[in-house]
């Protein structure tokens, strides 16, 4: 199994056009190699198969910077063969629109975010005109092209804000383990989550490598970079460091190589020679970079 990581950032990317905070100062002045795009990550098993977990709106400049994921020469086509969305966030769906001049995808979301799609935020109706792709909502274990498997674990209700009124049970937000049938190599992608559910353990347990949320390192972090006085739990995304943590929880899971992804545009593991960023190299645990791809 390998894994692409397109993207690592929190939506709106790094630099994020309209901050100046002092991350963004840093990385605007270091130049494009300290920058980030939004999340998002590729999976497969065979250099014909490949699936997008998320579609950023940063997508087309991804896909470009991956030579694994262009066409063949002479042809118009794509290894591209499906879309997998952990929820229905902008950052996370609107990069369907970059695909709608290939061939037909096969596109997953939890209920939930597959009815959003369809009558609050229409981009199934969109992408329909263009044939671009077959929706399915994901209720059961899935097997992929190549012999990759699928399962889904709830782990947040929080909604996007334009699906707020929509009355429709969750989860509205999943994580992904994904496993090679040939070799057993097993991966768990988790890029957002507002909470450690109960049986997210055992949903890690045995997974070769775990890809986690690591939108922000405190709690509190916003209000101390920016003066905004929501926390990071309030923002649906569980913080990095603290007793409740998610660095404190993957202590449980030392076998696996351990990575955060989805960065805010606040958080210090943003620079590479920050304290932070040296005192989660000393737990073992790394931060996902632009670009990096995992052979599992």
């Known amino acids: 199994m390998r894994l692409r990581v397109l993207g690592t950032a929190a939506g709106g990317g790094l630099p994020q056009w309209n901050c100046a905070c002092p991350t963004c100062a840093r990385a605007r002045a270091a130049g494009p190699g300290a920058w980030r795009t939004q999340e998002c990550l590729a999976v497969g098993v065979s250099d014909d198969a490949w699936y997008l977990v998320n ?4 997508l087309r400049v991804q896909l470009l910077a991956a030579p694994g994921l262009t066409p063949p020469d002479g042809t118009r086509s794509t290894p591209l063969r499906g879309v997998l969305l952990t929820d229905g966030e902008l950052d996370h769906t609107t990069g369907l629109l970059a695909l709608r001049e290939g061939a037909e995808l096969d596109v997953h979301a939890p209920p939930p975010v597959w009815r959003s799609l369809g009558e609050v935020l229409p981009l199934r109706g969109l992408l329909a005109c263009y044939g671009a792709s077959r929706w399915h909502p994901l209720d059961r274990p899935l097997r992929l092209d190549g012999g990759l498997t699928v399962d889904a674990f709830p ?3 929080k909604r996007p804000r334009y699906a707020a009124h929509v009355d429709a049970p969750g989860p509205w937000t999943v994580a992904y383990r994904f496993t090679d049938t040939r070799t057993g190599a097993c991966a768990v992608y988790a890029p957002s989550l507002a909470d450690w559910p109960d049986g997210f353990d055992a949903f890690l347990a045995g997974a070769d490598c775990l890809l986690l949320d690591g939108t922000f390192w405190s709690d ?6 920016t003066g905004e006085r929501r926390t990071a739990r309030a923002f649906g995304h569980l913080p990095i460091a603290g007793p409740d943590g998610t660095l404190r929880r993957l202590r449980s899971h030392p076998g696996a190589r351990r990575l955060y992804t989805h960065l805010n ?8 020679d920050s304290d932070r960023h040296k005192e989660l190299a000393a737990e073992g645990v790394e931060v996902a970079g632009d670009g990096m791809e995992l052979q599992l």
């Open 55 to 58: 579609a950023s709106p940063d």
């Open 155 to 157: 782990v947040s209700d």
């Open 220 to 225: 509190e972090e916003l209000r101390h970079v």
């Open 265 to 272: 545009n606040t958080n210090p593991l943003t620079d590479p």
